[in-house]
């Protein structure tokens, strides 16, 4: 008999299955189900156990029950009618903050725990630390302990806090971050790709390099925001920046590139630096465009 937690895994899509694979290499025992049949005959080929149904597979759970499915209607439609008492249900589908603590208070009125999770990884991440995958978790914090062992089998674990909605939050805002560079390496390529001299490879690997040296911006953010004065030991200031703005649109037009990816955050530079705070760095927008 091992020793090692048992597992139960709802949902065998690309990321379900790709963490069910890395808890069976981890030597875990593994039972699964997911809405389609046909994706759960590879995962019990390599050792899972087949639940009947996903009611069955809450009920015979000793340890954690993870879910990893599309969003989270597909979540409660799965969960219905399954008796949760006393179970404790680590919820890894992507879904909003308010979602993930609608879903915890919904988990605690049926007498379960619940920790809710992002996963900063795609499949192929999973089960090799050497890529840097992790997971936020929040949420109910003696689950996440009681079964962090396990739960760091498939990717770092990063416990954010009490509030279920945190690690949604933190998931969302990376993404979010994400979404802003890929609309800027959009641009970047629109900018080249017509000229045929380029070697648009090489442009690649450099834009790579690039946004890795200025992603530690992120950090002089964090800082002044932290701080509240946005002008200590600024390293780009806004004034110069949203003048270099100028170049950056005119070479659009003249590349006939439109600029609508990078026009709204120049805009807002730009009514920053108006109110006088061409001293700042970036942090000063953050207050622009928040409600709170
Ligand atoms: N794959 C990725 O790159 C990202 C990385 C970051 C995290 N996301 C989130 O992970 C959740 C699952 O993603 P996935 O990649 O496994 O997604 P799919 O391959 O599309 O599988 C979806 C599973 O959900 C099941 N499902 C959907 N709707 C229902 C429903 N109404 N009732 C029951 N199950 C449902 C689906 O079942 P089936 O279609 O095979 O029957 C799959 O098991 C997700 O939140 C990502 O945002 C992944």
Known sequence: MSDKTAITLLGLGDMGSALGRAWLA???????????????????AEGARAADSAAEAVASATGPVVLCLLDDD???????GADLQGRDLVNLTTGTPEQARKRASWAGERGARFLDGGIMAVPPMIGRPETGAYVYYSGDRELFERHREALEVPARAE???????????HDIALLSAMTGMFAGITHAFALVAGEKELDLARFGGLLADWLQAMAGMSHEMAAHLASGNYTEGVTSNLAMMSAANESLLTTARDQGVDARLLAPYMELMRTR???GHGDEGLAGIVSLISRR
């Open 26 to 44: 981890a030597g875990h025992s593994l039972t699964v189900w997911n809405r389609t049949a046909a994706k759960v005959e590879p995962i019990v």
């Open 74 to 80: 597909s979540v409660g439609e799965v969960l219905e």
């Open 159 to 169: 416990y954010v806090g009490e509030d279920a909605g945190h690690a949604a939050l």
């Open 273 to 275: 630096v108006e109110q």
